[in-house]
């Protein structure tokens, strides 16, 4: 049983690959509940187990495969990743589990492929399945067609492609298994079910007996009708509106959901046929033969053609031009029958292509319906049905009105007829009201005539147009026809079968009743009564006309039908007498015509209130209204009296329901008066009141008419002011042609006044119809057009008024409740000038004698035929849309071979679109191809002018007449690059505005794919074209709409394609919501889906909402809202902790969203960010606060998040990005106080996540501060202080040296304000860090201050001198280097500030150096036992500024900052001053690793112990050039080395900052910084550059090697394709270093240790096996450590492999790494004997020395191995064959080393070899190359060395001693110079043998001095000077140069300390700092008076 269970303590993914097929049951059962429970559909956990869903699917146990089905299933289901498995699944489905033996397993393996197809990966599915056909098991083919069939029932046909089934069909009905065939039948009865009829002419190949069972089959279905099952991720709104309103309730609603995703046209399915290829070459000329046989054959020949159900397009024109010829003039009835069969074969085949030879072949049809044949006739018939469907009712309508004008009878009937027909295929939007006008007014002619056929057609066609538009519609034009006929139009309609489905109108049933019932509340005697109308003044109102235009007003679109004739009855004077007694005391009647003026005013007033005591039905207004006109009426010459009758005129009007008739018995008299200085303006409101009650449309013309017959010119003048005015109160509701013509003839008045009251009703009128109004007065004088055009302008821009009065006579009396068409007919609209003016037909001008010329083969010809044409159109100015063949013609012309007759008929085209105005829509089609064509022209003035007339004729004739037809298609199929890139940006300028639903999306569809082609077009051009139109194009079509083209592109580039697909998904704009049904569902619909309102440029993220938005809190607010309005309130708290931040900075990074980058906020800015918001769960209330356009809700948004600061710290942490974001929306508010706010709310978030320990994240910073640096100009301190503020708070939180950048680019602001305070911040920012903070250089970033100091704004210069000055302070003389060259005026002002701030701030102040004393190694300098840090002394840390504010020293915090960050510990100042600075690994690995553990502090990418920062600290360097500009470099230079160029500040500084983004976390910057790093290694002339920094590379690349290792291989979260990219990046950076000679050799001892030790480990680690690429890395990784033995210093590379044997023994590593370090040193004891000139022999001793003394011999009997040892025993014998007996003379760096073991090894390994000969006196080869190096270096001697005799031995003892000690230095120098002089031939070689390399190159540098002092002053002896004397040492090449401003204890001390914290070993600093010193004292003196100092 232990066995049986012992798989449970596996890993989960482990058991679901063990070979028990028990352990991958219980492996797969729990991967079902792990991943249900995993609510990140993006989460790391599901990329371990992608590999492995192909085997759970093809597992070969029954049981366990089953369940490996359903955690197949779970995976599908959650994980974002599934769609990479779709493939593999599905492949290893269709093998294992279609044909399965178990049901189960056939069903859930079914489940598994319609989830696949459900999360859009349906083509992957499809194309698996049908490879299945090909499968020899029949079980496996019939269950792939099984499971096509079960989906396309589930999806429907717009999923799973109906196409390329069809194909495989016949194969699969004639397959030779049962089964197999039995399921091909269910699929063609599934498509059938979808496709209909359409799929019947694709079973032509299958066998009649197959047909016929089929049919039958067909036949079961009825009219079942296929509905969509199941729906696709991007579907889900298309579901949940079909389960909310029902799918058969509202078909509108599904279009509208459904809009993106194309209907499938039957016609996909057949291929497109070429008949013009099919076509004999002689067809043409059969066509045109005199025999009608021969005639007849030709059409023969083509009528079969003609019968292919899909076309190709191609060039058509001659073809149409012989069908069109034969049917209009051949006499042959047969012939002309044939033809017409052909033409309505081809207008079914070509389909929209077809429609620019429409309009011509109506008018020739419709003319042959003369012919009285039948067959003719039919055939007409037929064709002219099939002509209709490819054009549009409204392009024919003036050839159908012309043919039912017709003498003929039989060609009205059957024009008729066929109106009937074409009727049927119309919608009420298609039969608009103005073209439905024109139709019945020609049908109405036809119903009376004579003819019985003509008379029942007409009939017909009003039926059906009845049927179309509604009966309420229609009956205003047929009102007055008798009864019988009005009986027969209904039966018609009654009887009509429309071929398109119309929907109903939405009922608008709560609206109406509640409005009901206001009124009645307001009117309660109105409402009460049985009569429910209110007619005014007994009915003389009439209702509301049926079918009432809503367009601006009616009259204001010239198309408002006549006000109808008032019925109300006119009364004589005594019936009006009579009845107004009734109201009226008879003295008061009697009073009001009496001539004592006070009478009559006193009747007047009793009038007035014994009116206003009347109820309003109650009062007869005719009567009083002539009562109050007796004589002298209102002419009464009293003004009191006169002022009396007009305010109770005005009460009735007001108050009775006053009646046109009423207004016609006092309106002459009222404008009479309009020019009464006391009561004129009275009469303005009367007339007013009268209008509101009898409507403006009769008072307003009435007015005019009558003002304008007046002689006083003051009447007009105020008659037309009052005009003007009315009409901006009532809306723009009068006819505007009369209108238009009382302005001409107020302008044309004498009377100043007058005129200018006329040009001010012009411009009122200008606010309705726009600039076209201008057109009707371009006739008149130069001075008035000039001030009309004054007043145009002044107007421009400015919006009509809404409209106020008018409201309530229309709501109650004339609408009968309709307050829709009320509301309409009253607001302002523009108006259809176009149908204003008056048009010219030029079609008698236009000859075939024209159009021959047009098309003449002489050029001048042509150039007076467009001539003549330009000179038409000029005098006509507007014409009638009766052109002929001219739009044919200029199309041919505008492709002219002479570019300037294709200029000028391009311009002639622009002006023929202007002529023609609305009407140049049927032409479109034929003269829009034309232009196409000549945007691809090469020249470019060409190309502008065709772009220039194509959006005049879009401007004219509408963009979806343009667009219509597949023109633009057939354009871009074999258009130029040219075309493609002028073509493209136009159509997304075009698209980008236009209504969704107001272009064919047939058309966009169309150009799809050759959208997707440009995408990799090789011109640049065309490619930014096609990348802006994407979106355009996704807007009208929709994702899913373009998603069906991809599978037409080639597999290579779907990549493109996809990544263009995806960035314009994030910005395509949401859907608006459905209107609600009723109130109560309206609102629930709207609460139930929170956000779905603001999905627009969030599309991308919707995928990441579904998962990342199942946090409880976010489902219970977007839920429990939809329960009802009461419970909307969002009690969720304000911000919600989360982890979604990096995945939004990871997306940005990514592009799949918006960058957070604008110079003003856009609004698809805005809406990502409400989406981001909404996906992070913010609390609703509050994001509605946030984007609310009252400027107090964003300040009560910033008081909430304020509250919350403090107790959700946290959230606010988790949510900064987003709030940063809304923050600077908010600065671009001109409010101050939320800026203010803002500024406030942000100093507190600073404050409290800088006390929490957080740091700001990159992408937090991009998104907000170059926001905040726009603040530092603002005007008000209260903002800029705060802003300051705010920038220095963000420095504690994040580098001042990545803040710094965004500072400098305020810098290019105009706003002088904002460039001072950025000097200021650059400066404080200096004075507290540093030169640092300048970057990318302190050189580049202190030029650009530098320049500010000669701007002309006093405190940006001030400012700019004051940076210069703190840095001055920080770097003295060093300022005027890096700023470079100033003018003179410039530089005085620089040193004229720093002279006088000089005066008020100290001097730098050096502390007194403490620096190491270098010590001379002999013979025994060096301890046995060194560690591998060798322990320094404590570094001192840079010299610092005092200064006098008590600033806390940059230098200790930075340094301490440093330690803490690379895990060291401060140093005490007072304890354990030597103790080892070492970096901490494992400490660096924990804090990179804890990134996502909130308990642990959170680090910045900037935090990431990078070599840069070490570097970067605060250097002193060399003024002047040296090799040693950086702490960076080793001892390891080699003696013959040639030096390098000069490495410049800037490059160094940049290599340092992109080797410090290797230690980062972010697997894209090491990749991106290691790609860098290859591009310099890669360049011979740059990879010199990278030699100082070779060490720093590799410790940093040791970093990040170990930080995968430890932390990214062990993290489970993490993708593991991520760590096999940074392996395969850092593997090959450090191949490419090793394999350059030049860089290779400069890695030290250490160094190649730690890097070796990573390796092998990586070698070892068995997770990176298991990866996919992982046996690969190994190879590699493996390579390069071979690579390291072989190109490395072969002395530091074989001490570093001796020193990891060490320690690997030492550490009872295991026996693998073990093994491998072995293996190589192994591998450098072979190439050891080649390699002995490049040795360090005592070195490689002191190693194994260290290893025999700290392992024995002895103890080696005790361990399991002991071939460690036999390891070094070979190193020993190698290296005594190697070197002989010279080895015994290089055991300098050991102690005691006669009686060491290795001395016993070697003395034995040397008794077995040969003795050297006695010529070499026993000195082995490398010693005699040695020996003969000195020899000559020292150009004494020539001969060979003589042995020293004793005496000789001892005084050369003596010397040496004195040169080592440090008082007899120079002394010893000077014996040792007289001693060679004396013994030239001695041998000094063993002396300096045993002294360090330093050592021996200070000596020979000492002799030389001495030798060049003697020459000067003979044999006496003095103090020796400095001297730059040639030097052949291997430091010679490294110059410092000698200054008195340097200082060598500032360099030696600052480099010991930054060296130490950056964790170099101390062998390289004393190495270093003896280089250092040796060449310092070379040029300044000996190096004595260094130590002395010490």
């Not at 002419?201 to 049919?215: A, D, T």
């Not at 509202?250 to 996909?268: A, L």
């Not at 740059?1582 to 170990?1602: E, F, K, N, W």
């Given at each position: 049983m232990e066995e049986d269970t012992e798989y449970l303590k596996l890993p989960l993914e482990d058991r679901c690959v063990h070979k028990l097929w028990k352990a991958r049951l219980n492996g797969y059962e729990e991967c079902t509940k792990h991943f249900a429970k995993i609510t990140d559909e993006r989460s790391p956990e599901f990329n371990k187990f992608a590999p492995l869903m192909k085997k759970f699917v093809t597992d070969s146990n029954a049981v366990a495969q089953e369940k490996a089905l359903e955690a197949v299933l779970a995976f599908v289901e959650n994980a974002h990743v599934a769609g990479r498995t779709a493939g593999d699944c599905t492949s290893g489905i269709v093998q294992k589990c279609l044909a399965a033996p178990k049901r189960g397993t056939q069903e859930k393996a079914m489940e598994v492929l319609l989830m696949y197809c459900e999360i859009e990966k349906y083509e992957v599915v499809q194309e698996e399945l049908m490879k299945g056909f090909a499968q020899k098991n029949p079980k496996v083919v019939a269950g792939c067609v099984r499971a096509l069939t079960t989906a396309l029932r589930e999806f429907g046909p717009k999923v799973m492609n109906p196409k390329p089934l069809m194909k495989q069909m016949p194969t699969i009905l004639e397959d030779r298994d049962k089964n197999v065939r039995e399921e091909g039948k269910k699929l063609m009865?599934?498509?059938?079910?979808?496709?209909?009829?359409?799929?019947?002419?694709?079973?032509?190949?299958?066998?009649?007996?197959?047909?016929?069972?089929?049919?039958?089959?067909?036949?079961?279905?009825?009219?079942?009708?296929?509905?969509?099952?199941?729906?696709?991720?991007?579907?889900?709104?298309?579901?949940?509106?079909?389960?909310?309103?029902?799918?058969?309730?509202?078909?509108?609603?599904?279009?509208?959901?459904?809009?993106?995703?194309?209907?499938?046209?039957?016609?996909?399915?057949?291929?497109?046929?070429?008949?013009?290829?099919?076509?004999?070459?002689?067809?043409?000329?059969?066509?045109?033969?005199?025999?009608?046989?021969?005639?007849?054959?030709?059409?023969?020949?083509?009528?079969?053609?003609?019968?292919?159900?899909k076309l190709e397009g191609g060039d058509y024109n001659d073809l149409m031009k012989a069908l069109k010829k034969i049917i209009g003039k051949d006499t042959n009835v047969m012939i002309v029958a044939l033809a017409g069969q052909c033409v309505a074969g081809l207008a079914k085949g070509l389909k929209k292509k077809f429609a620019p030879f429409a309009l011509a072949f109506t008018e020739t049809i419709l003319e042959k319906f003369k012919e009285k044949k039948v067959n003719v006739v039919s055939a007409m018939r037929d064709a002219i049905d099939a002509i209709f469907l490819t054009t549009s009712l409204e392009s024919i309508q003036e050839t159908v009105g012309g043919a039912l004008g017709n003498k003929n009878p039989s060609v009205k009937a059957e024009t008729a007829g066929f109106l009937a027909r074409a009727l049927c295929y119309c919608t009420p939007t298609i039969l608009t009201k103005k073209l439905l006008k024109v139709i019945v007014t020609d049908l109405l002619k036809g119903v009376s005539e004579p003819d019985p056929t003509v008379r029942d057609n007409c009939c017909e066609a009003l039926g059906v147009a009845m049927k179309v538009v509604g009966e309420k519609q229609i009956m205003v034009f047929i009102a007055d026809l008798d009864n019988l006929k009005m009986q027969k139009i209904k039966e018609a309609s009654e009887k009509a079968e429309l071929k398109v489905k119309i929907s109903a109108p939405k009922a608008k049933k709560p609206a109406p009743a509640k409005k009901e019932a206001v009124r009645a509340a307001a009117h309660p005697s109105v409402s009460d009564a049985p009569a429910a109308k209110v007619v005014r003044g007994g009915g003389g109102r009439a209702k509301k006309v049926p079918g009432r235009g809503t367009k601006g007003g009616g009259g204001g679109g010239g198309g408002e039908p006549a006000l109808e004739d008032c019925k109300e009855e006119e009364l004589s004077l005594d019936d009006a007498l009579e009845k107004a007694a009734d109201v009226l005391p008879e003295d008061v009647l009697s009073g009001l015509t009496d001539a004592n003026w006070k009478v009559r005013l006193s009747s007047v007033e009793s009038f007035i209130n014994t009116t206003r005591t009347l109820d309003r039905g109650d009062i007869p207004t005719q009567a009083l209204v002539r009562c109050l006109a007796q004589k002298p009426g209102f002419k009464d010459n009293n003004f009191q009296v006169l002022k009396h009758r007009l305010e109770a005129l005005k009460l009735l009007a007001e108050n009775s329901d006053f009646t046109r008739r009423s207004g016609e018995v006092c309106i002459q008299e009222l404008v009479e008066k309009l020019a009464d200085s006391k009561n004129g303006p009275l009469c303005g409101e009367v007339l007013t009141a009268i209008a509101e009650a009898a409507k403006l449309q009769w008072v307003g013309p009435e007015v005019m008419s009558r003002a304008l017959e007046q002689k006083s010119p003051k009447v007009q003048e105020m008659a037309l002011k009052w005009l003007s005015d009315a009409i901006t109160e009532f809306g723009f509701v009068l006819q505007p042609k009369a209108l238009i013509g009382d302005i001409k003839k107020a302008l044309a008045n004498t009377n100043p006044g007058v005129r200018t009251a006329g040009i001010t009703l012009c411009g009122t009128m200008y606010l309705y119809m726009g600039a076209t109004l201008r057109v009707f007065f371009e006739d008149e004088k130069a001075a008035l057009l000039q001030q009309i055009d004054t007043e145009f302008e002044r107007l421009s821009g400015t919006s009509p008024p809404a409209p106020f009065r008018g409201a309530s006579q229309d709501g109650s009396t004339e609408n009968d409740g309709d307050e829709d068409d009320a509301v309409d007919s009253r607001q302002a609209g523009p108006i259809n000038v176009q149908d204003l003016v008056p048009r010219v037909n030029i079609s008698e001008q236009l000859t075939s004698n024209l159009f021959s010329e047009l098309a003449d083969k002489n050029w001048k010809v042509r150039n007076e035929a467009l001539q003549k044409v330009s000179n038409i159109l000029s005098e006509a100015k507007f014409i009638k849309g009766d052109v002929g063949e001219l739009p044919t013609v200029l199309c041919s012309r505008m492709n002219d071979t002479n570019k300037n007759l294709a200029l000028e008929a391009i311009r002639l085209t622009a002006s023929l679109a202007t002529a023609l105005g609305p009407h140049c829509k049927p032409h479109t089609r034929n003269i829009v191809p034309g232009m196409l064509t000549a945007l691809g022209d090469s020249k470019q003035n060409v190309r502008q002018q065709a772009m220039s007339t194509l959006n005049s004729w879009v401007e004219q004739a509408g963009l979806k007449e343009t667009i219509d037809g597949e023109v633009f298609a057939d354009a871009l199929k074999s258009g130029s690059p040219f075309l493609k890139a002028e073509l493209f940006p136009w159509m997304a300028e075009k698209l980008k505005d236009a209504p969704p639903k107001s272009i064919n999306k047939e058309e966009i569809h169309a150009c799809t794919q050759y959208l997707f082609a440009a995408l990799e077009d090789r011109n640049a051009d065309v490619r930014k074209g096609a990348n802006e139109a994407v979106l355009p194009f996704m807007i009208h079509i929709g994702y899913e709409g373009m998603m069906k083209h991809i599978s037409r592109i080639k597999p290579s580039s779907k990549n493109t394609v996809m990544q263009a697909m995806e960035k314009a998904k994030v910005n395509l704009p949401a859907k608006p919501q459905p209107k609600p049904r009723s109130p109560a569902g309206g609102a629930s619909a709207r609460v139930g889906r929170p956000g779905s309102s603001t999905q627009g440029a969030g599309r991308a993220g919707a995928a990441v909402a579904k998962k990342s938005l199942r946090t409880p809190s976010a489902t219970r607010a977007g839920t429990s809202g939809g329960r009802k309005e009461a419970e909307d309130v969002d009690t969720s708290p304000l911000l919600q902790v989360n982890n979604l931040k990096q995945q939004r900075a990871l997306d940005e990074q990514r592009l799949r969203i918006l960058r957070w980058d604008f110079t003003t906020p856009r609004a698809e800015f805005i809406t990502q960010l409400k989406d981001q918001m909404t996906t992070a769960g913010l609390n609703r209330q509050l994001t509605s606060n946030m984007f609310h356009q009252d400027f107090k809700f964003h300040i009560k948004a910033i008081d909430s998040l304020n509250e919350d600061l403090t107790c959700n710290l946290e959230a606010c942490i988790a949510n900064l990005d987003l709030i940063l974001k809304w923050l600077t929306i908010r600065f671009f508010d001109t409010n101050p106080s939320v800026i203010m706010k803002a500024m406030d709310y942000l100093q507190q978030v600073f404050q409290c996540v800088t006390d929490d320990g957080y740091r700001l994240q990159d992408h937090e910073v991009n998104s907000f501060m170059p926001f905040l640096i726009t603040k530092f100009g603002d005007p008000k301190d209260s903002i800029r202080g705060p802003a300051r503020n705010i920038a220095r708070l963000i420095c504690n939180i994040y580098p001042a040296s990545k803040v710094s950048p965004y500072i400098m680019e305020g810098l290019k602001a105009k706003n002088a304000r904002q460039r001072a305070e950025c000097l200021e911040a650059i400066g404080n920012l200096i004075e507290t860090h540093g030169t640092i903070v300048c970057q990318p250089s302190p050189p580049v970033a202190l030029k650009e201050v530098a320049k500010q100091i000669a701007d002309r704004d006093n405190s940006v210069r001030n400012a700019a001198l004051n940076c210069l000055v703190q840095v001055y302070f920080q770097e003295g003389e060093k300022v005027y280097k890096y700023i470079g060259n100033l003018s003179d005026k410039d530089m005085s002002l620089l040193e004229e500030r720093i002279k006088r701030a000089a005066k008020n701030r100290p001097v730098i102040k050096k502390p007194m150096p403490e620096p190491e004393i270098p010590t001379v190694r002999g013979g025994g300098a060096a301890a046995a036992g060194r560690p591998n840090r060798v322990t320094p002394k404590a570094a001192q840390p840079a010299p610092q500024l005092l200064r006098e504010r008590g600033a806390p020293r940059a230098g200790e915090q930075q340094a301490t900052g440093l330690k803490s960050r690379f895990g060291l510990k401060p140093q005490q100042p007072s304890s354990n001053a030597n103790a080892p600075f070492k970096i901490d690994y494992g400490n660096i690995e924990r804090l990179l690793g804890n990134d996502d553990e909130q308990e642990q502090t959170q680090y910045n990418l900037e935090e990431i112990p990078d070599l840069a920062s070490i570097l970067n600290y605060k250097p002193v360097l060399p003024?002047?050039?040296?090799?040693?500009?950086?702490?960076?470099?080793?001892?390891?230079?080699?003696?013959?080395?040639?030096?390098?160029?000069?490495?410049?500040?800037?490059?160094?500084?940049?290599?340092?900052?992109?080797?410090?983004?290797?230690?980062?976390?972010?697997?894209?910057?090491?990749?991106?910084?290691?790609?860098?790093?290859?591009?310099?290694?890669?360049?011979?002339?740059?990879?010199?550059?990278?030699?100082?920094?070779?060490?720093?590379?590799?410790?940093?690349?040791?970093?990040?090697?170990?930080?995968?290792?430890?932390?990214?291989?062990?993290?489970?979260?993490?993708?593991?394709?991520?760590?096999?990219?940074?392996?395969?990046?850092?593997?090959?950076?450090?191949?490419?270093?090793?394999?350059?000679?030049?860089?290779?050799?400069?890695?030290?001892?250490?160094?190649?240790?730690?890097?070796?030790?990573?390796?092998?480990?990586?070698?070892?680690?068995?997770?990176?096996?298991?990866?996919e690429d992982g046996p690969q890395i190994i190879r590699a990784i493996n390579v390069l450590v071979v690579r390291i033995v072989e190109k490395a210093q072969f002395t530091h590379v074989f001490s570093a492999l001796l020193k990891l044997l060490h320690e690997s023994v030492g550490s009872g590593g295991g026996c693998k790494f073990t093994e491998l370090v072995m293996k190589c040193n192994w591998k450098a004891i072979r190439i050891l004997p080649s390699r002995t000139n490049d040795l360090d022999l005592d070195q490689i001793l002191l190693d194994i020395h260290n290893f025999l003394v700290a392992y024995p011999v002895s103890t080696w009997s005790e361990r399991p191995s002991d071939t460690p040892l036999r390891t070094i025993k070979t190193v020993i014998y190698t290296l005594s064959k190697a070197y002989g007996h010279s080895i015994l003379g290089h055991f300098s760096k050991i102690e005691n080393a006669q009686g060491s073991e290795l001395h016993k090894y070697l003395t034995k390994s040397l008794k077995d070899d040969k003795p050297k000969t006695e010529d070499d006196g026993g000195v082995g080869d490398s010693n005699r190359l040695a020996a003969a190096q000195v020899s000559n270096e020292s150009g004494d001697s020539v001969k060979s060395p003589k042995r020293l005799s004793k005496s000789e031995h001892n005084i050369l003892s003596e010397i040496f001693r004195k040169i080592g000690s440090k008082e007899n230095t120079k002394e010893g120098l000077i014996q040792l110079y007289d001693f060679k002089q004396k013994h030239p031939e001695a041998d000094i070689e063993p002396f300096l043998r045993k002294s360090s390399q330093f050592f021996q190159n200070y000596i020979e540098r000492g002799l030389k001095k001495v030798e060049a002092e003697r020459q000067l002053e003979g044999k006496a002896t003095s103090n020796p000077t400095s001297e730059n004397g040639s030097n052949s040492g291997p430091l010679a090449s490294i110059q410092v140069p000698d200054t008195t401003n340097f200082n060598m204890n500032d360099l030696v001390d600052q480099f010991k300390s930054l060296a130490a914290y950056a964790g170099f070993d101390n062998n390289y600093i004393d190495s270093a700092v003896q280089n250092i010193c040796s060449t310092e004292k070379e040029m300044k003196g000996d190096i004595t008076e260094y130590i002395n100092t010490q």
């Open positions: 009865v599934e498509l059938y079910r979808w496709i209909g009829q359409a799929l019947k002419p694709q079973m032509s190949s299958l066998k009649p007996v197959q047909v016929q069972e089929l049919e039958t089959e067909f036949d079961k279905l009825g009219g079942e009708k296929a509905v969509q099952n199941r729906f696709l991720r991007s579907q889900q709104d298309l579901k949940a509106k079909m389960e909310a309103q029902g799918i058969d309730e509202d078909e509108d609603d599904d279009e509208d959901v459904g809009e993106d995703i194309p209907e499938m046209d039957p016609m996909d399915l057949f291929e497109p046929v070429n008949i013009l290829e099919k076509l004999p070459k002689d067809f043409f000329e059969k066509v045109e033969a005199k025999k009608w046989q021969e005639r007849k054959e030709a059409m023969e020949i083509l009528l079969p053609l003609t019968q292919n159900p003024p002047t050039a040296s090799r040693l500009t950086r702490p960076g470099f080793t001892s390891g230079w080699s003696a013959t080395s040639v030096p390098s160029p000069l490495e410049s500040e800037g490059a160094a500084q940049a290599i340092n900052m992109v080797i410090s983004q290797v230690a980062t976390t972010d697997a894209n910057t090491v990749i991106t910084a290691l790609s860098q790093l290859d591009e310099v290694l890669q360049s011979e002339d740059r990879c010199g550059q990278l030699a100082p920094h070779v060490d720093q590379l590799l410790i940093i690349t040791t970093l990040q090697y170990r930080l995968v290792l430890n932390t990214k291989m062990a993290n489970l979260n993490i993708n593991k394709e991520e760590c096999i990219k940074i392996y395969r990046s850092l593997t090959s950076c450090l191949m490419t270093v090793f394999n350059n000679k030049q860089l290779g050799t400069k890695a030290t001892r250490d160094v190649l240790r730690d890097v070796v030790h990573v390796l092998i480990h990586i070698i070892l680690d068995h997770r990176l096996s298991q990866l």
